[in-house]
C-alpha cells in the first residue's frame, strides 16, 4: 500500500505556491513598467500642451508664431493618408494573408515569401520612404502628393497586416472549415463565409496597431514629400499635404521654448485620432464576434 | 500555377491603385494643385510655389509665406524642410522654385542642376552665428581660439581631455555635442573647423539632428562643448555660456551677437543662410516672382521674428534688383 507522505507534499506544495506567486508578481511589474511609463508621458503631454489645445489650435494653419498656429493642416492631410492607407493595406494585406494560408501549395517557394514578408516587417520606414519616392513620386508619376504619401504608407504596414491576417487565419479551428466543405461549399465560399469572419477580429487587431504605427511615422513622409508648411487643406488625392507628425516634428526642433508646447498640443490631437480609430476597429471587431 | 496566381496578385494591387488614382482623377479638375493657370490679370496672381530645403532657413520661409498667404490666399505655398541637401536633390532637378540652404551650393549639386539645364540664383536671405557654447556650470573656458577648437573637434589630435589644450584647465574628459551629419550646420563647421577630416566619435560624442537634445546635454555637464545656430543659445542663455572665438591665435575673441554676426567680425562662425531661386520659375510663373519681391522686401524682418540676424538693408535692395533685372530679361 502506498503511503502518502504528506510532510513532502507539504514541503512540495509551499516552494510551489511561492514560486506560483513571484512569477505572479513579476509579470505585474513587467505590466505595470509599460503603465507608468504611459501615464507619465500622458501627464507631461497633457500640462504641456493642454495650454495651447483650442478649438482654434484644431482649426488654424501653421505659422511662425507660437499663439496663432495650428494643426489643421496636419489633421486634415493624416486623415486624407488615412483613407488611403486603410483600404488599400487591408485589400492587398488580407488578399496576400488569404493566398498564402489558403490556396498557396505548402513548398519552398511559399515558405521564401514567407520569410521575406517576415523581414520586410523590420525594414526601417526611411528605407520606404526611398521606395515610394522612386515609385510612388517618380515612376507614376505622382509627384509629391497625397497619393503617393498614403501608397508609400500602406506598403510599410502591409508585413504587419498580413502577418497578423496569416496568424488569425491559421488559428481557426479545421473542423470549421472542413464542416464547410462537408456540406459541400467551394473554396472562395469557405473563405468568404467561414475563414474571413472568424478571422476578423485578428486581422482587425493587426489593422490598428499597424494604422497606428502609420500615423504617426514621420521620416517616410518627409522623404516623399510632405509638405512643413502649407496654408490649404488636400481636395483631392493629388494635393499637397502635410501631417500630424510632421507638424509636431518641426514644433518640437524650435528653438523657442512655447514651441514646445504647441507641439505637445498637437501630440494630444493625434492621439485624440488614434483613440478614435481605435474605437472605430473595436466596434467593428465586437460587431462581427457577435455573429458568430 | 503559382506563378500564375502571383501575376494575379499583380493585377489586383494594380488594380487598387488604378481605382484611387481613377477616382481622384474626376475631382481633380477644380483641384487646388491644377494651378498651371497662372493668370496675371493685374495684381491677383495664383498658382502654386514649391520652397524646399534646409531646416535651419524654414522658420524664415514660414514667416514670409504665412503673411503673404494672407494677402494672396490663391496662391498655393509650400514650404517643405528636407534639409539643405535634401533641397538641392529636388532644385537641381528643377522641381521646386525655392531651395533654402544653409550652406552654399556644392560644386557636385553645381553640376547637377547643369546637367538638368537648370539655373539656379543664390540669394543671401539673413545670418546666422555658428555659436560655441559649453554650460553655465562650466567655469574655466570664456574664449578658445578655431586652433584650440580643431584640437578639440578633429579626431585624433590628441586632445580628449580639457587639460590637454590648457594645463590649468581640469583633467576631465571633454564631451563633444554636435549636429548630424546631414545638417547644414555641421558642413559649414566641418568647412571651417574639421576641413574634411573625421569629428571624434564615439562614447564621449553625440550627434542629434534636434538642437533642442544639444543644449540639454550641454546644460547639465561641466565638461560638455557644442555647437548650433545663434537662435538656440539666445533662447537659452541663462543655462548656457558662449565662448568667444579667435581667428588666429593673436586675433581679439569676438562674441556671436546681432552686431558682430552682421557686420561680420564674429568670424569664422558669422555664415549666411540662403535661399536659391529657380531662375526658370522666376521668368515664367508670375506666381513667383511676386512671391520673391515680397520675400526680398520683408526677408530681415522675417529673420529677426525667428531669431537670426537681418543683413544690412542695402544687400536685400541690391539683390532685389539684381533678380528684377533676371525677371525682365
Redo the contacts between chains.
Keep these: 500500500m502506498a503511503t502518502i507522505n504528506h510532510a513532502d507534499i507539504q514541503k512540495n506544495i509551499r516552494s510551489k505556491v511561492i514560486k506560483n506567486a513571484v512569477l505572479k508578481w513579476l509579470f505585474f511589474l513587467a505590466t505595470m513598467v509599460g503603465l507608468v511609463f504611459l501615464v507619465l508621458l500622458f501627464y507631461r503631454i497633457l500640462t504641456q500642451g493642454i495650454g495651447f489645445f483650442s478649438l482654434d489650435y484644431i482649426l488654424s494653419f501653421p505659422a511662425p508664431y507660437p499663439e496663432e498656429a495650428g494643426i489643421f493642416a496636419g489633421l486634415m492631410g493624416s486623415i486624407g493618408l488615412m483613407l488611403i492607407v486603410a483600404p488599400v493595406s487591408v485589400i492587398i494585406g488580407v488578399s496576400t494573408a488569404l493566398y498564402i494560408e489558403e490556396y498557396a501549395k505548402k513548398n519552398k517557394m511559399t515558405s521564401f515569401i514567407q520569410a521575406n514578408i517576415q523581414n520586410l516587417a523590420g525594414v526601417p520606414s526611411i528605407v520606404f520612404g526611398l521606395l515610394g519616392l522612386t515609385f510612388f513620386v517618380y515612376m507614376f508619376n505622382f509627384g509629391y502628393t497625397l497619393i503617393a504619401g498614403g501608397l508609400t504608407m500602406a506598403l510599410l504596414i502591409l508585413p504587419v497586416i498580413v502577418v497578423a491576417a496569416q496568424e488569425s487565419i491559421r488559428s481557426i479551428p479545421v473542423e470549421l472549415k472542413e464542416a464547410s466543405y462537408g456540406m459541400g461549399a467551394t473554396k472562395w465560399q469557405t473563405i468568404r463565409r467561414v475563414v474571413i469572419p472568424a478571422a476578423l477580429p485578428g486581422m482587425l487587431t493587426g489593422t490598428i496597431l499597424a494604422l497606428s504605427r502609420a500615423i504617426g511615422e514621420t521620416a517616410p513622409l518627409i522623404i516623399v514629400g510632405a509638405a512643413t508648411a502649407i496654408y490649404t487643406t488636400p481636395d483631392s488625392i493629388f494635393s499637397r499635404y502635410t501631417a500630424m507628425p510632421i507638424q509636431i516634428f518641426n514644433w518640437t526642433s524650435r528653438p523657442q521654448e512655447e514651441w514646445q508646447y504647441v507641439a505637445g498640443a498637437g501630440i494630444i490631437v493625434l492621439l485624440i485620432v488614434l483613440l478614435a480609430m481605435n474605437a472605430i476597429a473595436v466596434f467593428i471587431r465586437n460587431k462581427f464576434q457577435k455573429r458568430l | 500555377m503559382?506563378k500564375f496566381?502571383g501575376f494575379a496578385?499583380m493585377c489586383?494591387?494594380t488594380l487598387?491603385?488604378g481605382a484611387?488614382?481613377a477616382?481622384?482623377?474626376s475631382?481633380?479638375g477644380?483641384?487646388?494643385?491644377d494651378g498651371s493657370s497662372n493668370g496675371s490679370e493685374g495684381d491677383q496672381v495664383s498658382g502654386?510655389i514649391?520652397i524646399?530645403g534646409s531646416?535651419t532657413v524654414?522658420?524664415i520661409?514660414?514667416?514670409l509665406?504665412?503673411e503673404y498667404?494672407k494677402e494672396h490666399?490663391e496662391v498655393?505655398?509650400?514650404?517643405?524642410?528636407?534639409g539643405s541637401g535634401?533641397g538641392f536633390k529636388?532644385s537641381t532637378k528643377g522641381e521646386i522654385d525655392l531651395s533654402n540652404a544653409s550652406r552654399p551650393i556644392k560644386d557636385e549639386e553645381k553640376a547637377q542642376a547643369e546637367e538638368n539645364d537648370v539655373q539656379l540664383h543664390e540669394v543671401e536671405l539673413a545670418y546666422d552665428g555658428l555659436s560655441i557654447v559649453v554650460s553655465n556650470e562650466n567655469d574655466f573656458v570664456d574664449e578658445l581660439s578655431v586652433e584650440q577648437l580643431k584640437q578639440i573637434f578633429v579626431d585624433g589630435n590628441g586632445a580628449t581631455k580639457w587639460s590637454d589644450i590648457n594645463p590649468e584647465w581640469p583633467d576631465e574628459t571633454i564631451k563633444i555635442f554636435s549636429p548630424g551629419h546631414d545638417s547644414g550646420t555641421f558642413d559649414y563647421f566641418n568647412e571651417v573647423v574639421l576641413e574634411d577630416q573625421p569629428m571624434k566619435e564615439g562614447e564621449n560624442t553625440t550627434l542629434s539632428?534636434?538642437?533642442?537634445v544639444l543644449v540639454k546635454g550641454i546644460e547639465g555637464n561641466p565638461n560638455a562643448i557644442g555647437y548650433f545656430?545663434y537662435?538656440?543659445y539666445?533662447?537659452?542663455e541663462d543655462s548656457l555660456k558662449v565662448l568667444g572665438v579667435k581667428d588666429g591665435e593673436d586675433a581679439e575673441a569676438i562674441k556671436p551677437s546681432p552686431e558682430t554676426i552682421q557686420d561680420k567680425s564674429y568670424t569664422p562662425f558669422s555664415r549666411p543662410l540662403f535661399t536659391y531661386v529657380n531662375v526658370a520659375s522666376l521668368k515664367e510663373k508670375p506666381q513667383v516672382a511676386d512671391y520673391v519681391e515680397y520675400m526680398m522686401n520683408n526677408a530681415g524682418s522675417?529673420a529677426e521674428?525667428?531669431?537670426y540676424v537681418a543683413l544690412p538693408e542695402e544687400e536685400y535692395q541690391s539683390q532685389w534688383e539684381e533678380l528684377q533685372g533676371m525677371i525682365e530679361e
Design positions: 503559382t496566381k496578385l489586383m494591387l487598387v491603385i484611387l488614382a477616382c481622384g482623377g475631382d481633380n477644380a483641384g487646388a494643385e502654386p514649391a524646399d531646416s524654414y522658420p520661409q514660414e514667416a509665406t504665412y498667404n490666399p498655393n505655398v509650400t514650404v517643405n524642410s528636407s535634401g529636388k539632428e534636434d538642437d533642442n545656430g537662435a538656440y539666445a533662447e537659452n522675417a521674428e525667428v531669431g
